[in-house]
């Protein structure tokens, strides 16, 4: 299978796991991939191989399987009536009706017992008839038929002939007829049947019975109520839920991949609203004890409040600027329109509002005020100097115009890699976010050059109050005099040194800068609290679902007794049923169970410290047969992340003696390294097992094949279902075994009865096979056709993540392999390795579009190189905010600054093309430098002064999900603060420097005495 499958276009990766009576196999196929063509071409590899398959294991399944897939709700019926009762009206009345519900993929039940008819043969009474268990699965099969003859014609009608054979009750059950040797006496007395019709029939069967009951030999009728007990019963256990330590029936609801979760489960809610009175009937009591969408929504609310507050408090920050309140507001009006538009395009896009969406909005309506700041002031500055309404508006507009958009065209060339070009969860995570601040910068370039001006010639100059800050007039018109006298009076090579010592107090800022992100940890994601978290528990393979239970009750009633412990829902073992869709990719096995713990809402402790606390509470258990893994969902993203474990190590080879050999030593190496906790491997307690080898020549002997024993021990054993006994429209499974005391011990085995073709009689196992008792593995793992064992492991709080995996990396490198055995250090420190080189890959991109467009604009290729100096001096800023903060470097964090590689460009645009402007003026080099800085300097802090303060309660990360936000709000608090010091200050000078050594150099190159840089 995996062979056939690997030969699949566009697959990435393929997995396998193999247990007792199951194998899946996993293929993953790149983001870009059409998963529906990929699902049809892997169905087409499969059925060209699927023949060579074992007849009893059913044709292979494809099921598409999203690795970021959770249950959207999680339900808990309750009721006063047996396990089965409640079960099978939770299927009927619930399950059946919300699988109908639109964008809802499954309701997978658990818990409950399922209704069985059980056979129970007794191994002696099957000896004395001389019937093996194959005959009674056959006989029962047989027995239950409904099955069309054809149709007769008669006149105008046509009627449809069918034989209805079906069991009509239990015990009817009983009175199925299995043929021995009877079967030659019916074969002799077929010719009989035919001449004497149906009393002929009837006497010869009247004879044979009455020669059964006399003991006449080879003469005899046997029924199944001779050889067993029909029962009407429940199917062995394999399932228990519990919620707050009730016993329930769990429905998990999975929603489909494109579906959105705040709607699905909006409309269950809305079906379970309209069963209700149903529900209420049949005594049932539903509970919602999981709802996702509520964090979704929770998480909307707060970036919605946090863009909101930020917005509000950077259009009151703006008052103090302009002296009036009419400025600020045309500057607010733009925000309502782009957001509207935005929307317009997201509804055509089908784009949802979700954090990331909503959070790109807010970080383009942040760029809207700067580009209107751009604008007003530059009217301003007109109207000032004594143009009129109309005509400073106009030409105001004109003189930033192409600033404007190539400094929105900068920021769109940031974003646009994001959604082209970035595949894995990096794209995936910023795709509506960067398609939220292109959209927001398309339209607030409009809102900007068009309506702006427009709305200000209804603004009298004398609306700026100019009385209320003259001092501040006075003061930056003095310094701009003492600035210009100051450079007047030095020559031009102590200009130099002045200008150079700038220059060197920017770099050594860049370098330090380098030294901080060093020593900062590193994680893929931000850490969420969602006020919940998963204990795993996993007992010895071959463990009972009563042993897991009372390991699993101990943690229940442990994470009960803390206070802020809301409640708890515990899964053991899966749902034997596999009718409507239950079947799924990944099962419990009766050895496994999942605890889900809720936390209350209002609660003092973090979900870190409360599994601390959990944790500290189950060591005087002693529970070291059961491995225990809590898991906190701290991402959306945290199902993509190799086993959700910071660290994973893949062992491949193909000995499995050698690759446990590996994964002991990889063991020590990552506890010897302080910090590492949790250290667990995937190849578990080998798996007792009963092996009955065949002697081939007995075999031969007795006419019985391997598969003949192999299928008499599963029915046995295990049981086989022979049919299905139909019921109130309901299919039940008839299922054929030995009884109990037949089957418990493993010295039985030899016993059981396998016929012999040859001797026509049955033979008891022992005769023709040796039963030897051993262990097996529990489950075999491969990976791309090799196989692969996995060692995971936790670091515990308080160690910095980056230097814990640095440490282990190097003890990894040093040890010495095996031929063909490789070592792959995956898990989150790979999904670092692979986000972070994405994310250098886009920043990289983006200066090299942004070069691009400036060097359009500005008709030179030296200017832009100047104008990105500012990306580089702006990581100081970024770098010291993470450190004050106490913030990992995550891709959020890396978007702050790809986001910064767009924007701190803006000010230096604007402020390049003012110098050219008044270099084309006739103005001296430094003096229109000092000019042009003190003309933007008060638009440069303005737009900086909404900016950060707008991201504020954005970077506070308050509320749920908001953490999510945080880390891209300080990092580009941080930048935008240093490249705002820098723009001014060192820009200047390197275009001065620059500029000199060129004019020297080349005086062709750069001639701004008569027009732009060439």
């Known amino acids: 299978m995996e062979e056939a499958i690997s030969a ?22 790149g983001w870009n991939e059409n998963i529906e063509f990929a699902a049809l071409a892997v169905r087409e590899k499969i059925d060209l191989v699927k023949e060579r398959l074992p007849k009893e294991s059913g044709d292979p399944m494809v099921l598409k399987f999203d690795p970021l897939s959770r249950p959207v709700m999680i339900l808990s019926v309750t009721g006063k009536m047996s396990p089965a009762d409640l079960k099978l009206l939770s299927e009927k009345i619930l399950k059946e009706n919300i699988e109908k519900v639109e964008g809802v993929a499954s309701a997978s039940i658990s818990g409950g017992l399922d209704r069985e008819i059980q056979v129970e043969l007794d191994q002696g009474r099957l000896q004395n008839a001389r019937v093996s268990i194959l005959d009674v699965i056959d006989a029962i099969d047989r027995s239950n038929i409904s099955y069309p003859a054809g149709s007769i014609k008669k006149g105008l009608y046509e009627y449809l002939i ?98 959105n979760t705040v709607k699905v489960v909006e409309r269950v809610k809305r079906e379970l609203q309209f069963l209700k009175e149903d529900i209420e009937a049949r005594g049932l009591h539903v509970e919602l004890i999981y709802d996702h969408s509520i964090f979704i ?30 400025s600020p507001l045309i500057v607010a009006i733009g925000i309502p329109i782009t957001t509207i538009g935005v929307f317009f395009l997201f ?44 005509d400073s508006a106009i030409k105001g507009a004109e003189e930033v115009f192409w600033p404007v958009v190539t400094s929105n065209l900068t920021t769109i060339a940031v974003f646009l890699p994001m ?114 978290f998963l204990i795993h528990v996993n007992l010895p393979v071959g463990s009972t679902i ?41 099962t419990l096995r009766p050895y496994q169970a999942l605890v889900l713990v809720g936390l209350k809402e209002k609660r003092k402790h973090s979900s870190a410290e409360i599994v601390s606390d959990i944790k500290k509470r189950l060591e005087p258990h002693k529970l070291q047969k059961a491995e225990i893994e809590f898991v906190l969902q701290e991402s959306e993203f945290d199902f993509a992340q190799a086993g959700g474990k910071p660290i994973v190590v893949e062992i491949k080879g193909y000995d499995l003696e050698e690759l446990t050999k590996l994964a002991r030593r990889i063991e020590k190496a990552a506890l010897s390294i302080p ?51 139909k019921e109130a429209g309901r299919e039940i499974d008839v299922r054929v075994r030995l009884e109990e005391k037949d089957r418990k011990d493993i010295s039985q085995i030899g016993n059981l009865l396998v016929y012999s073709n040859a001797l026509e009689v049955p033979v008891q196992l022992k005769e023709v096979g040796a039963i030897k008792q051993g262990y097996g593995p529990s489950e075999i793992r491969r990976k791309d056709q090799i196989r692969t064992v996995l060692v995971t492991a936790a670091i515990e709080k308080g160690f910095k993540e980056k230097n814990v995996l640095t440490k282990f990396s190097k003890e990894l490198d040093a040890l010495e392999l095996p031929k063909d055995y490789t070592v792959d250090l995956t898990g989150k420190a790979k999904e670092v390795r692979e986000s972070f080189r994405l994310i250098g890959f886009a920043i990289a991109l983006a200066l090299i579009l942004n070069y691009m467009i400036m060097a359009a604009q500005f008709e030179s290729f030296l200017h832009p190189l100047i104008i990105m100096f500012t990306v580089p001096l702006s990581l100081i800023g970024v770098a010291l905010a993470l450190l004050l903060t106490h913030t990992a470097i995550s891709i959020i964090s890396l978007l702050g600054v790809l986001i910064l590689a767009g924007n701190v460009v803006n000010n230096a645009i604007v402020l390049i093309d003012f110098i050219n402007g008044a270099r084309r003026e006739g103005i001296e080099l430094v003096e229109a430098c000092v000019e042009s800085i003190f003309v933007r300097f008060r638009p440069i802090v303005m737009s900086t002064t909404t900016s950060v303060v707008g991201l504020i309660p954005l970077a506070l990360g308050l509320g749920k999900g908001a953490e999510l936000q945080a880390p891209l709000a300080i990092a580009m608090i941080g930048g935008l603060s240093s490249a705002t010091f820098f723009t001014l200050c060192v820009i200047p000078s390197v275009y001065i420097l620059v500029t000199r050594f060129f004019d020297r150099l080349f005086p062709v190159f750069i001639d701004e005495g008569e027009g732009e840089a060439a």
């Not at 699949?8 to 196929?29: D, H, P």
């Not at 074969?187 to 049947?193: E, K, L, V």
């Not at 190849?683 to 598969?707: C, H, M, N, Q, Y």
């Open 419 to 532: 959604i082209l070009l970035i595949p894995g969860v990096a794209g995936q995570l910023f795709k509506d976010l960067s398609w939220a601040v292109i959209h927001s910068q398309i339209i607030a370039t409009f809102v900007s050059v068009g309506l702006v001006p427009m709305l200000l010639t209804y603004v009298p100059l004398s609306a700026k109050k100019e009385s209320k800050a003259p001092k501040a007039a006075v003061s930056m018109e003095t310094m701009k005099n003492k600035a210009k006298a100051y450079f007047a009076s030095l020559n031009p090579k102590g200009q130099n040194q002045v200008f150079l010592s700038i220059i060197g107090i920017g770099v050594l800022s860049f370098l330090l800068s380098l030294l901080i992100f060093r020593s900062l940890d590193t994680e893929v994601l931000p850490k969420v609290d969602q006020g919940q």
């Open 297 to 326: 929504k929770e998480s909307i609310k707060s970036v919605r409040d946090a863009a909101v507050a930020g917005g509000v408090i950077a259009m009151l920050c703006l008052v103090p600027f302009f002296g009036n309140w009419a």
């Open 675 to 725: 910090g590492i906790t949790e250290v667990l491997n995937d190849i578990g307690e080998p798996s007792p097992e009963t092996k009955v080898e065949i002697d081939r020549r007995k075999g031969a002997l007795f006419a019985i094949s391997a598969r003949d024993i192999s299928l008499t021990m599963k029915a046995g054993i295990e049981g086989a279902v022979a049919t299905t006994f």
């Open 162 to 259: 069918r034989t209805v054979g079906e069991f009509r009750s239990v015990p009817e059950i009983g009175y199925t007829v299995i043929t021995t040797d009877v079967k030659k006496k019916f074969q002799q007395h077929a010719d009989t049947f035919l001449e004497q019709g149906t009393k002929g029939a009837r006497e010869t069967l009247d004879t044979l019975r009455q020669e059964r009951e006399r003991g006449v030999p080879d003469k005899r009728l046997v029924m199944v109520r001779d050889v067993g007990a029909v029962k009407d019963g429940f199917h062995e256990r394999t399932s228990i839920s519990r919620y707050n330590g009730k016993e329930n029936i769990s429905i998990a609801i999975q929603k489909q991949g494109s579906a």
């Open 347 to 390: 509804q055509l896009q089908g784009i949802t509002l979700n954090t990331m969406s909503l959070g790109g909005l807010a970080l383009g309506t942040g760029m809207i005020v700067d580009t209107s700041i751009v604008v007003i002031e530059n009217i301003f500055r007109l109207r000032e100097q004594g143009k009129s309404l109309v």
């Open 8 to 29: 699949t276009s566009g697959l990435r990766e393929l997995k396998s796991v193999s247990q007792e009576g199951k194998s899946t196999i996993f293929a993953s196929f």
């Open 546 to 586: 009563e042993a897991t239970d009372e390991i699993v009750s101990t943690i229940e009633q442990e994470a009960r007794a803390v206070k802020e412990v809301e409640n708890v829902t515990v899964t053991i073992g899966s749902s034997s049923s596999s009718k409507g869709g239950e079947i799924t990719v990944e």
